[in-house]
């Protein structure tokens, strides 16, 4: 069915582990992200950044709750389905690039399509490629790039399907400081050029300030947000959080 929502957890928990020695990662997070948005996720480690994210990507299944990406409810899919979904309507960018050495740039770029079963599109491989700044390294092995050059191909694969939401763990985290503003540009190009939705997890108070809303997560659950918040504000809310030990209900 159509939504309104990119995005949707509803009343999700996610808890490792029985009895006394369970792990409570998430606590009931109820969250709706709008599509054409750009949100980040921060919080002392430990707080369930990781989880939260891999939960709404559907590459972790939550203990409870619903969560809903593009109108479709993926909780109860088959490990199939699943995989399908993540292959044709998901994108994803990590903080390690994660192409194969063995495939060229244009291949890296087309690999979604080819593992979802369709013929890959060579032409939509050099559209997203241009718009990433590597119209010509398509024939390049990842080898044969920087850092931010085989982050912009990643982020390029990310793109080539059109997904309802491109996922991103820590994108900037193994790069300088300018490749990691030219790199978090591109994110921020593809939600208002092209209306699409990332959520991005991350670490650095500079790359959440490129996002529309910034959430701040703590023993499971969100507890606070600040919205087009300059990366100074953003880093006095770090520390604030880091500073208290525990949190035991959701800030309004």
């Not at 792990?23 to 009931?28: D, E, K, Q, S």
């Not at 390294?137 to 793109?159: H, Y």
Request: proline share 6%.
């Amino acid at each position: 069915m159509p939504s309104d929502w990119a995005v949707e957890l509803h009343g999700v928990t996610r808890r490792y582990g029985r009895g006394g020695s369970a792990v409570h990662a998430l606590r009931g997070i109820d969250l709706t992200l709008p599509p054409g948005t750009f949100t980040a996720v921060m919080g002392p480690s430990g707080s369930g950044k990781s989880t939260f994210l891999q939960c709404a990507a559907g590459l972790d299944r939550p203990t409870a709750g619903r969560i809903v990406l593009g109108g479709t409810d993926i909780t109860g899919l088959s490990e199939n389905k699943l995989t399908a979904l993540r292959r044709t309507r998901l994108g994803f960018v990590f903080q390690a690039f994660n192409l194969l050495p063995s495939l060229t740039v244009e291949q890296n770029v087309v690999l979604p399509m080819r593992l979802a079963g369709h013929r890959p599109d060579r032409r939509r491989a050099a559209e997203v490629l241009g718009q990433v700044g590597l119209a010509d390294k398509g024939r390049r092995r990842p080898g044969q790039l920087s850092g931010g050059q085989q982050q912009r191909v990643a982020i390029a694969r990310a793109l080539v399907t059109h997904p309802d939401v491109v996922f991103a763990d820590e994108p900037t985290g193994a790069l300088d400081t300018t490749t990691a503003a030219e790199i978090l540009a591109l994110l921020r190009g593809a939600v208002d050029t092209q209306h699409a939705t990332v959520v991005m997890v991350t670490h650095d108070p500079s790359a959440a300030a490129w996002a529309d809303r910034v959430l701040f997560l703590a023993d499971g659950t969100i507890i606070d947000h600040l919205d087009r918040a300059p990366a100074d504000r953003i880093a006095a809310r770090m520390r604030d959080l880091t500073a208290r030990p525990t949190y035991t209900q959701t800030a309004a």
